[in-house]
């Protein structure tokens, strides 16, 4: 936005320089990106925040400069001569949808001639980049730049002949022309200015052709009025239409600073127009909008500043602002009364704000804060980093997007009954292949491993560590954060390791290894089938009973969904349960003190049985001097019955406090048999 600097003279009187000027607006909030001379006239090129579109109206901007200076705004003095007809004989406003027009006034002038501008009223409409066009219309863009308040003129004689304004929500498919001469068709979302028969203007963005001032206009009708700001920006862009009215609209207008400028501009034509105005002003205010009083407290101001203000340097900044300010001595704070032109100042934190541009940034002093904490990661963000690390080792991480196709639940055949099928929908996703939230990891890290392929690299093995949404009962979706991983083909070539395929039991290995790392104790793996893995080759991973995730090959049909001819292993973990069940690895482990003693045990189990199975029993029985059982042997046939399978175990027991004895050793080895007997069935070979 450009203001010149010789239109803002004429509000408030300073000293300074153009350069001088445009550097206290900076320092104080409002910046100033470049400086034009365009015929001798300073014009500042403002760049405003989004909150501060007051500052649009030069009257505005002139406050701003009256609060940095000490000085007084200079306002306009309204004089208008008025006839002795009535308005409500000549106009009648009915607004049927008050939540989209908080207000609407409106102005008769009659008999007035149009021509050009006066040159000062052009040269300033030039300077801030509006173009003229005719006296009338003149007006209302300099009194919109004067106050913020954008404004209509209405040809009067061409309105229907009920002479009534009705602001109501276009019809669908209604169609409308604009002053640009484009033909536009409407939604039922958007506001219409109408004349009781036909839309007149299409409200806060423009007027309409069939009603603008022309050369033959004698009669002008005046609008001003308050739209609704959301409501005005999605007419805006739904119709690609932006005009310096919506733009005001959108950013808030001062829904009290209606009169005002309606009043200025009847004013303005009835001196550069010979208009004669008719007495009285039309103005339908529903719900009439206070002042809002904010209650504020110089020791916050202090406290959040780290300034000494007194309460009276508080309220001298406020007051040069043009705030209403009280002391309430009992509660040791301020009322302060806000202009409903600030529509940005809610919160004393926003008056604390007013006060520090006021007090000025670069007077605030540079100082540590007293209690300075160090930052960090919480325990559970720690227990993340580790669980990335130690999968980082052995596999290349990758990060997909949360968004996925629905198809991809059938590519990976989830049954039309799985809960994950109901995926939280993307209300404007990029594309239809991101058209839903992902429920599980599965389809992100098969597509990883089909686009790898396609492209021949080969043994692709990858993980990544990202959340799921599952639809709940609340309005939000619960976000689930969750470890995926999958591997496929053989390890690397080595000269001194042998090459090995990375089936289920290197991924498993891997994710052993995870637990130990972090310190989960408790994991097992049981076998079972679940949608999207091969029958027969999956296991659901538990921690005690509650189930953290699952891991197997993934079913032929799925891997032929996603193009993969290789076999792929692929588990998921909820990253949280892991986290419940982990157990915080001691920094150091002293050595024994005594030795350990080795004992190996066959035993002969159901087929069926699971090896896991056997451990539990063989470690809860062997409390408290059995240290670590490993399986180093397996058979099966031969002379054994078909439903029997043979183990081997090595157990390791130690105790702490002194050489076990032989006696010792065979106590707890006969415990052991003992239970896998009851328990599951044994016999010691």
């Not at 392929?453 to 969750?482: C, D, H, T, W, Y």
């Not at 310190?519 to 027969?536: L, Q």
Request: charged share 25%; glycine share 6%.
């Amino acid at each position: 936005m450009g203001v010149s600097t010789n239109w803002l003279k004429k509000y408030i009187n300073y000293s300074w320089s153009a350069e001088e000027l445009a550097e206290a607006l900076t320092m104080a909030g409002i910046a100033v990106e470049s400086i034009d001379d365009v015929e001798g006239d300073q014009v500042l090129e403002l760049d405003l925040t989004p909150n501060r579109g007051d500052c649009l109206g030069i009257i505005n901007l002139a406050r701003e400069v009256a609060a940095l200076t000490g000085n007084q705004v200079n306002l306009p003095e309204i004089k208008i001569q008025e006839n002795s007809e009535d308005i409500n004989s000549y106009i009648q406003v009915e607004i049927k949808d008050p939540d989209l027009c908080r207000r609407y006034a409106a102005r008769v002038v009659k008999n007035v001639k149009i021509g050009p501008s006066p040159a000062w009223m052009q040269e300033a409409l030039i300077h801030s980049g509006i173009r003229p066009i005719n006296n009338v219309v003149d007006v209302t863009n300099y009194v919109m730049l004067e106050t913020n308040q954008p404004l209509h003129a209405f040809d009067y004689n061409l309105l229907s002949n009920e002479k009534r304004i009705v602001v109501r929500r276009a019809y669908s498919g209604e169609k409308f022309t604009t002053l640009d001469d484009v033909e536009r068709a409407l939604e039922e979302s958007m506001l219409l200015i109408t004349d009781g028969e036909k839309p007149v203007a299409l409200a806060g963005v423009m007027g309409g052709q069939n009603t603008e001032i022309n050369d033959n206009t004698t009669t002008v009708l005046l609008e001003s009025a308050n739209f609704d700001s959301v409501n005005t920006r999605r007419t805006s862009q739904k119709l690609a239409l932006r005009s310096d009215s919506s733009m005001r609209f959108e950013k808030g207008v001062d829904i009290n600073g209606v009169i005002f400028a309606i009043n200025r501009a009847a004013q303005l034509i009835q001196e550069l127009a010979g208009g004669e105005v008719v007495s009285g002003i039309c103005d339908v205010y529903p719900q009439p909008q206070p002042p809002l009083t904010i209650r504020l407290r110089p020791q916050r101001v202090n406290e959040l500043l780290g300034t000494q203000l007194t309460a009276d340097e508080v309220i001298e900044y406020l007051r040069r602002l043009s705030f209403k300010v009280e002391f309430d001595t009992a509660k040791d704070s301020l009322d302060v009364t806000v202009p409903t032109y600030r529509p940005d100042l809610q919160l004393e934190v926003d008056l604390i704000e007013e006060v520090a541009r006021l007090h000025g940034y670069n007077a605030i002093p540079s100082q540590l804060p007293a209690e300075a904490s160090r930052g960090g990661l919480t325990p559970y963000q720690q227990f993340q980093a580790r669980i990335r690390n130690t999968m980082a080792a052995n596999l290349r991480e990758v990060i997909n997007y949360s968004f996925i196709n629905r198809d991809m639940f059938d590519r990976i055949m989830l049954p039309p009954e799985d809960f994950r099928r109901n995926a939280v929908v993307i209300a404007n996703p990029l594309s239809e292949e991101q058209g839903v939230m992902r429920t599980l990891l599965m389809p992100g890290l098969l597509m990883n491993i089909s686009r790898n392929l396609a492209r021949r690299n080969q043994n692709p093995a990858f993980f990544e560590m990202g959340s799921v949404f599952i639809p709940g009962e609340g309005k939000l979706p619960s976000e689930i954060l969750k470890l995926g991983a999958a591997v496929s083909g053989r390890s690397d070539i080595s000269w001194k390791v042998p090459s090995y395929e990375l089936d289920f039991y290197y991924l498993k290995g891997l994710v052993e290894d995870l637990f130990r790392q972090i310190g989960v104790k408790n994991g097992r793996f049981e076998a079972a089938a679940a949608p999207g893995f091969h029958p027969g080759r999956t296991a659901i991973i538990k921690c005690d009973e509650d189930e953290v995730g699952i891991i197997g090959e993934v079913h032929p049909q799925v891997l032929a969904n996603f193009d993969i001819k290789d076999r792929v292993v692929l588990t998921e973990l909820e990253v949280e349960k892991l986290y419940r069940h982990a157990v915080p690895k001691a920094m150091t482990e002293s050595i024994g003190r005594f030795p350990a003693v080795e004992r190996d045990i066959a035993v002969l189990l159901p087929v069926n049985t699971a090896a896991s199975d056997a451990i539990d029993t063989i470690r809860i029985a062997g409390e408290p001097l059995l240290r670590q059982v490993v399986i180093f042997d397996l058979f099966t046939g031969g002379q054994l019955p078909k439903d029997v399978k043979s183990i081997a175990f090595r157990l390791t027991f130690r105790s702490d406090e002194g050489t076990l004895t032989d006696s010792q050793v065979k106590e707890a080895i006969d415990n052991i048999v003992k239970e896998l007997q009851q328990k599951l069935g044994a016999k010691l070979r």
